[in-house]
């Protein structure tokens, strides 16, 4: 269950403001606004990759940023899985090792390696150099490395976007299958409300830096 | 043989300056293109200044410090009871701060280069600074860094102006090349230049051109 308060959140970039209030509860959320209105600026907000310029950002009754007490935990300890739009691979890595990159800091009972690459379907490019996958290979790849760091909930922003409708249909029967498997919360970030249905129990939307 | 002597002195030499330059130039290079902090732009100034001192001016600053009455040439001298300055060390260090601007201004570029979203990333994985600069930036910013190191073994293989200063050129223990050309020169000993000449030239050519290939060949993203 993710349990995300943002209390009076605030962060300016320039001329944009990013704005969240209130408290948000699912096992399954889900964020759609349209390109360009702080989806990815939120996730890299409760990700731990910026720091609110005021306010407090709980989750799961821990604080992770507190502006007033200048607490603010960093993005490595908050075990939080992040699935960028990009997939962002290590292209000086093999597929392999891009997947064991953070399973270090998983707990002994994190995710079988075996397993998990079988879900995936990753088993024929376990070999391969990141460089040279198709899209839907990188998400999928993406996915596996995060799930193995032994996060508590994932963060996914814009998986599908640029995929064909065959990887798309492919890259949504995994997410729904790994969370029937590990059980693991999600926060699923896309322009495409329609992306979103049947994959999140709550949908929020954002406009113009306004998170509601 | 001579000739290969003072080839293989010099090589040496030239390779222990940037293997001792080299941490350090990383790890400013590093600072430069990552961090800020007050006084960035005068240590950067500083860092530049052995590109367009004089060499000998530098040479000159360098024989204040490292010389036996010097700060740190009597440090050393009293505790290890070497002396730094007319010896095969002050060849090495001279080439080394010589070589330090060419190898600091690659690393920064190279770092600069590496995009902050795969830092990010491996932030977000449970990575601390240390790991995340070992495992992602170092890797991803090593084509630059060789090139640089190319350019700065280069740079210190042609050292003349401060290596003559500090360490003089002492046949057959801190004779360099471009020492060793420009004493025949003196001497008048015409015929004895060319073979050293050539030695300089190819060497200087293979390493710009290695240096340069290297960072042409292609990359994909991932």
Known sequence: MIDLNLEQVCLRQGDFTLSANGRFRAETLGISGKSA???????????????????????????????????????????????????????????????????????????????????????????????????????????????????????????????????????????????????????????????????????????????? | MEYLGIFAFTSACAALAVALALPAAAGFGWLLARKDWPGKALFETLCTLPLVLPPVATGLILLEILGRRGWVGAWFWSWFGVDIAFTWRAVVMAMAVMAFPLLAGSARVAFEGVPRRQEDMARTLGLGEVQVFRRVSLPLARRGLLAGVLLGYARALGEF????????????????LASAIYSRLQLGQDDSIWPLLLFSLCGAFCLVWASQQWLRSPRTPA
């Not at chain 1, 065959?166 to 299958?177: A, E, I």
Request: glycine share 14%.
């Open chain 2, 161 to 176: 102006g401060a290596t003559i200063t500090l360490a003089g050129a002492i046949p057959g223990r801190t004779e360099t």
């Open chain 1, 37 to 212: 209105c702080g989806k990815t600026t939120l996730l890299e907000l409760i990700i731990g990759l910026r720091r609110p310029d005021h306010g407090r950002v709980h989750m799961n009754g821990e604080v992770l940023d507190d502006v007033a007490s200048k607490l603010h935990v960093e993005a490595r300890a908050r075990r939080i899985g992040y699935v960028a739009q990009d997939a962002d691979l290590f292209p000086h890595l093999g597929v392999r090792d891009n997947l064991l990159f953070g399973a270090a800091r998983a707990d002994a009972g994190g995710p079988d390696f075996g397993a998990l690459v079988s879900a995936l379907g990753l088993s024929a490019l376990l070999g391969r150099s990141a460089k040279g996958l198709s899209g839907g290979e990188r998400r999928r790849v993406a996915l596996g490395r995060a799930l193995l760091s032994g996060p508590r909930f994932l963060v996914l922003d814009e998986p599908f976007a640029g995929l064909d409708e065959v990887s798309r249909r492919g890259l949504r029967r995994n997410l729904m299958y790994l969370h029937g498997y590990f059980q693991i919360p999600w926060i699923l970030v896309s322009h495409d409300r329609s992306d979103l249905r049947g994959l999140c129990g709550t949908i929020l939307g954002v406009k113009d830096g306004v998170l509601s």
